[in-house]
């Protein structure tokens, strides 16, 4: 490792120029790739992305191209900031400038539909490397921006990639954990999007705030449930990149997820609020693939199913509400007591009762 890495950012959106700025201004050489060769030269010019964070000054290092080539060549630390959808297709055109010691860490909350895979398998099969990871917690870029204390996870089973990572994103304000449960911290990322549409349909059908933690806390054991049976430690869930992400994404109507189920709340289809937002929201797709991912597995996941009503086959929010109500009452934490166990107790029960 070098003593000053150059690092590469690809990808402008609102994260992307965040992390870029924290980068420069801690001091390392940093490029930032964007698709726009006009919104390059505007942020060259003026150090401004006016696009995605207009009140972010970027510090003048910054070097912004549209040409991945450029970007990549020479850099040791690459971070992949691109939507979920687009994944796959950036990262197959920039593995002909690509090479093996570089590190690569995604910041991407999402799946890839074909397959249901996750960003770090993506890298993992396109490029062949070993200095993997990904960066995932309750980072929303417009605190990042503002430089509010925040904290995030890089989780890799690689120590180059834990360390450089470290390295180069800590300071005063962005603290920067270190995991080795790569899964359970993308899975994390990935899943909260689910559950932040159902907190923000809860918060606009006026329920309250017990209504509020219980569903938040039922979210924690449902998506943990989940991701342990792809391979994620359930321990990953007690920290940043579980119930921390969850808590910001549930509770914050800068989340754009949020703000999705807030407007199917006050009974707007899920047309009319991508009209609104001007994009879809990662937590839409993200309950299709994982409703028929738990379908196919047979796991357990009562709060994606009810959103599935909602956001794919047009029923109330209300009435789903409602009926969510009525679901069996199962175990509290899946990996104290499993629900294989309340379920038998349950029937017991009612055999001797119906003696």
Not at 63 to 71: P, V
Request: glycine share 10%; with cysteine.
């Amino acid at each position: 490792m070098t003593a000053v890495l150059t690092v590469a950012v690809i990808g402008g959106g609102s994260f992307g120029t965040a992390l870029t700025s924290i980068v420069a201004g801690n001091g390392y050489p940093t490029r930032l790739w964007v698709r726009n060769p006009q919104l390059a030269t505007e942020i060259n010019q003026q150090h401004c992305n006016s696009k995605y964070m207009p009140d972010l000054q970027l510090p003048a290092c910054v070097e912004a191209t549209s040409s991945l080539e450029a970007a990549l060549t020479d850099a040791q630390l690459v971070f992949l900031a691109i939507p979920s959808k687009g994944f796959a297709q950036v990262l197959e055109q920039a593995k002909p400038f690509l090479k093996p010691e570089q590190i690569l860490v995604s910041t991407t909350k999402g799946f890839e539909e074909k397959g249901f895979k996750l960003m770090s398998q993506l890298m993992a099969e396109i490029t062949g490397f070993q200095h993997l990871g990904v960066l995932s917690g309750p980072n929303l870029a417009s605190e990042l921006a503002q430089k509010q204390l925040t904290g995030t996870v890089i989780a890799s089973a690689d120590d180059l990639t834990r360390a450089s990572v470290q390295q180069v994103l800590g300071n005063d304000f962005f603290r920067v954990y270190a995991n080795t449960d790569i899964y359970g911290a993308e899975l994390g990322g990935a899943l909260k999007n689910i559950y932040a549409i159902a907190a923000g349909m809860a918060a606009s059908l006026g329920m309250g705030e017990n209504t509020r933690s219980m569903l938040m806390t039922r979210a924690l054991a449902e998506m943990s449930r989940f991701a342990v049976s792809l391979g994620a430690n359930p321990m990953t869930f007690l920290g940043l990149a579980g119930v921390g992400d969850l808590i910001v994404t549930c509770s914050s109507p800068l989340s754009r997820n949020y703000r999705v189920g807030q407007a199917l709340g006050e009974g707007k289809s899920l047309t009319e609020v991508v009209e609104s937002l001007g994009q879809v929201a990662e937590g839409v797709n993200t309950v299709r693939l994982v409703k028929a991912q738990a379908d196919a597995l047979g796991i357990y996941m009562p709060l994606v199913q009810a959103l599935y009503l909602v956001l794919f086959e047009g029923h109330s929010p209300r009435e789903v509400a409602g009926s969510m109500m009525g679901n069996e009452q199962s175990t509290d934490v899946e990996f104290v007591l499993p629900r294989d166990e309340v379920l038998k107790s349950a029937q017991k029960v009612t055999r001797i009762s119906t003696q």
